[in-house]
T-cell receptor, first 115, second 112 residues
Framework: DTGVSQDPRHKITKRGQNVTFRCDPI?????LYWYRQTLGQGPEFLTY????????KSRLLSDRFSAERPKGSFSTLEIQRTEQGDSAMYLCASSLGWDSTYEQYFGPGTRLTVT | KNQVEQSPQSLIILEGKNCTLQ??????????LRWYKQDTGRGPVSLTIMTFSENTKSNGRYTATLDADTKQSSLHITASQLSDSASYICVVSAKGNEKLTFGTGTRLTIIP
């Protein structure tokens, strides 16, 4: 257990529905990252936060995706009008520092299945 | 484009044997390289992290090497155990870039 938690662990939804995932980072960590991982692939960067500020978003993050970290603690990732191509593992990671030299601690992930 | 390639894609070995996984990268300018272990259905867990000046780092039965000149890294696992069955992912970061570049991983299976 790395100290990063995600909820839910699994989500099955029908195409067109909205889903929201939550990530609770390690409490003193100011950086929070979201990744998406499809079967047999490495994680792909989606977005990251420094405290409550969203500093970068990947081109993978279409308009249907939105992420927030309202108080600089937990974060949510919402997918609107889900599509079958959204089926993946969504991973959250947190780190203490402000650049890539700091260790990122990953949560267990949320497995999304869109039917 | 920053890329990380790993080989082999999958590997099956007998319990107790050693193995070596490979990673080649084109990330520039190089900042650091990490090896992660990812159990099925779980998030990745860090094994080692190496900067430009480090050419070897150990974590128990795991030993990572780095050749920054040839842009290659390897992860050597000694005396494998059944619990070593997992995907091993090589991750490289560039200076001044927040994003990590992940390889697709090597799926390692240890059989009794």
């Amino acid at each position: 257990d790395t100290g990063v938690s995600q909820d839910p662990r699994h989500k099955i939804t029908k195409r067109g529905q909205n889903v929201t995932f939550r990530c609770d980072p390690i409490s003193e960590h100011n950086r929070l990252y979201w990744y998406r991982q499809t079967l047999g692939q490495g994680p792909e960067f989606l977005t990251y936060f420094q405290n409550e500020a969203q500093l970068e978003k990947s081109r993978l993050l279409s308009d249907r995706f939105s992420a927030e970290r309202p108080k600089g603690s937990f974060s949510t990732l919402e997918i609107q009008r889900t599509e079958q191509g959204d089926s993946a593992m969504y991973l959250c990671a947190s780190s203490l520092g402000w650049d890539s030299t700091y260790e990122q601690y990953f949560g267990p992930g949320t497995r999304l299945t869109v039917t | 484009k920053n890329q990380v390639e790993q080989s082999p894609q999958s590997l099956i070995i007998l319990e107790g044997k050693n193995c070596t996984l490979q990673c080649n990268y084109t990330v520039s300018p190089f900042s650091n390289l990490r090896w992660y272990k990812q159990d099925t259905g779980r998030g990745p867990v860090s094994l080692t992290i190496m900067t430009f000046s480090e050419n070897t780092k150990s974590n128990g039965r795991y030993t990572a090497t780095l050749d920054a000149d040839t842009k290659q890294s390897s992860l050597h696992i000694t005396a494998s155990q059944l619990s070593d069955s997992a995907s091993y992912i090589c991750v490289v970061s560039a200076k001044g870039n927040e994003k990590l570049t992940f390889g697709t991983g090597t799926r390692l299976t240890i059989i009794p």
